[in-house]
């Protein structure tokens, strides 16, 4: 895959290595344009966050009412619909003074974290890769808030995740054999350890792995295990039942974040 094309400037470094036998063209770009770019992916990561929580919650792409506050639904000013930064300011709903879910704030910068270390796999991908990874992501962290809700996801919102991975996974072809594999073990642990795994999850990492290079794979899981492990620690520290089933699409989306960081590095 060829890199994306930068106009020439002297704003732009070319470094070039070798690793693994293989060229890696390195991009250290002027300090300025990176930061840019990265606060634009800050507040789309964020503004999706808070559009997708409100999404799940409604189950609705279309709400005619205007924004209102979920106590008193008295009607909301734009100012107090930005996202993070009104739950940080206000911190309780400032009609009514109830406390605001610290759930939005973390959701939000969940999303916007996602999408900064997403930052270097973009400008590593030609624009058309670079545009169906983006669509991808985006659709995973929809499903991801949706299990974060209702601790599930349905079939369709599946069978969509792997319409968006049929165009990257021309790139591993290889990878479908490895895939169905993977899928099968999962499956098997399911039917052994209900409670470690559930059906879309299983589904949702064969899916994925066809999108990403054999090497990245092992990233997926590990990391995803790790991020569920850590949740579960932190649950427990906070004093929830660390026998209460936990949302594990959302540890998935993360994983898959970081193996693509690996794959594209």
Not at 8 to 24: A, D, E, W
Request: positive net charge; hydrophobic residues 50%.
């Amino acid at each position: 895959m060829k890199s994306m094309d930068f106009l020439p400037s002297p704003n732009f470094i070319l470094v070039t290595s070798f690793f693994s036998s293989k060229r890696v063209s390195i991009f250290i770009e002027y300090k300025f344009w990176g930061k840019q770019r990265m606060l634009i992916l800050f507040c789309s990561g964020a503004i999706l966050g808070s559009f997708y929580t409100f999404i799940c919650e409604h189950r609705t792409l279309f709400h005619s009412r205007r924004s209102h506050c979920d106590f008193c639904h008295t009607p909301l000013k734009w100012s107090q619909l930005i996202p993070i930064f009104s739950a940080i300011i206000y911190r309780k709903t400032p009609c009514c003074h109830r406390s605001i879910s610290h759930h939005y704030l973390l959701i939000e910068l969940w999303c916007s974290l996602l999408f900064i270390l997403l930052y270097p796999v973009l400008i590593s991908l030609s624009i058309s890769h670079a545009i169906v990874v983006s669509i991808l992501v985006s659709w995973l962290l929809l499903l991801a808030i949706y299990d974060l809700v209702y601790l599930e996801v349905t079939w369709i919102m599946l069978f969509i995740s792997f319409i968006l991975s049929v165009y990257l996974y021309s790139l591993y072809p290889q990878n479908l054999l490895f895939s169905l594999c993977l899928w099968l073990i999962l499956e098997s642990i399911i039917l052994i350890r209900p409670n470690w795994l559930g059906g879309a999850d299983s589904k949702l990492f064969a899916i994925l792995s066809l999108t990403l290079p054999v090497q990245a794979i092992p990233i997926l899981l590990a990391t995803s295990s790790m991020t569920g492990l850590i949740w579960i620690a932190v649950r427990k520290q906070l004093g929830h039942s660390t026998q209460t089933v936990i949302p594990f699409i959302p540890c998935i989306v993360t994983g898959y974040v970081v193996a693509l960081l690996f794959a594209y590095q």
